[in-house]
């Protein structure tokens, strides 16, 4: 049998963003439970539990005071202010797991997408949309943890979050949620069989294939 020895190829950086209520959080979950190879960042964020949440598992929850610190270290790839709370994403992690091999799923809005890609232009940004208004609105009432207020508030956000689709790379409707799983997949499985990819993986397969001796 030929020698097929792989080597370690460095993993791929994707940017998921999507308005609230779009389903991002929970494709994304199915995603990284049915896929190898594949972690999303665990953001830091200012803002408070929600119930069923863990720190260091669904965010890192850190006070105003701690965070900004943070940014004056430099720690983080982006940054961005959300509503009233502040989300940030540690650069360092993000290094190792890409060295190491390991794809990894940022879940961040579009102003941080916008950071990343400055800073790392080879970022795969997808953008998730929902099928329609009022299944936006409908998917924001059944959390049930938000006033009329609050849902009025994130409808002219996610409007104004859905203007900036056309930055993105991927775009992905989530209105039957498999189908809109099975796309996301196929983005991934499309960036790792790239010419670039596949030449780190298997670069000793490539040169006994093309070696005189044969």
């Keep these: 049998m030929a020698d097929i020895?792989?080597?370690?190829?460095?993993?791929?950086?994707?940017?998921?963003?999507?308005?609230?209520?779009?389903?991002?959080?929970?494709?994304?979950?199915?995603?990284?439970d049915s896929t190898d190879g594949i972690k999303v960042s665990v953001s830091h964020t200012t803002r408070a539990h929600r119930p069923g949440e863990e720190d260091g598992v669904h965010y890192n929850f850190v006070g105003m005071t701690i965070f900004k610190e943070m940014?004056?270290?430099?720690?983080?790839?982006?940054?961005?202010?959300?509503?009233?709370?502040?989300?940030?994403?540690?650069?360092?992690?993000?290094?190792?797991?890409?060295?190491?091999?390991?794809?990894?799923?940022?879940?961040?809005?579009?102003?941080?997408?916008?950071?990343?890609?400055?800073?790392?232009?080879?970022a795969i940004p997808i953008f998730i949309l929902p099928p329609s208004r009022?299944?936006?609105?409908?998917?924001?009432?059944?959390?049930?943890?938000d006033s009329d207020e609050i849902i009025a508030r994130?409808?002219?956000?996610?409007?104004?979050?859905?203007?900036?689709?056309?930055?993105?790379?991927?775009?992905?409707?989530?209105?039957?949620?498999?189908?809109?799983?099975?796309?996301?997949?196929?983005i991934i499985l499309n960036q790792r069989l790239r010419l670039l990819s596949q030449q780190q993986r298997y670069g000793q397969l490539l040169d006994n294939l093309l070696s005189p001796g044969l």
């Design 5 to 32: 020895n792989t080597h370690t190829a460095r993993g791929t950086l994707y940017v998921i963003s999507a308005p609230s209520g779009a389903g991002k959080t929970s494709l994304v979950k199915a995603l990284i």
């Design 71 to 122: 940014i004056g270290r430099a720690t983080f790839l982006e940054h961005a202010q959300v509503f009233d709370n502040y989300y940030g994403t540690c650069g360092e992690w993000v290094t190792q797991q890409l060295e190491s091999g390991t794809d990894v799923i940022l879940e961040i809005d579009w102003q941080g997408a916008q950071q990343v890609r400055r800073m790392i232009p080879e």
């Design 134 to 145: 009022q299944s936006l609105e409908q998917r924001l009432r059944g959390r049930g943890q």
């Design 154 to 186: 994130r409808m002219r956000d996610a409007v104004n979050e859905i203007t900036h689709y056309r930055e993105f790379d991927y775009l992905v409707i989530n209105d039957n949620f498999d189908t809109a799983l099975a796309e996301l997949r196929t």
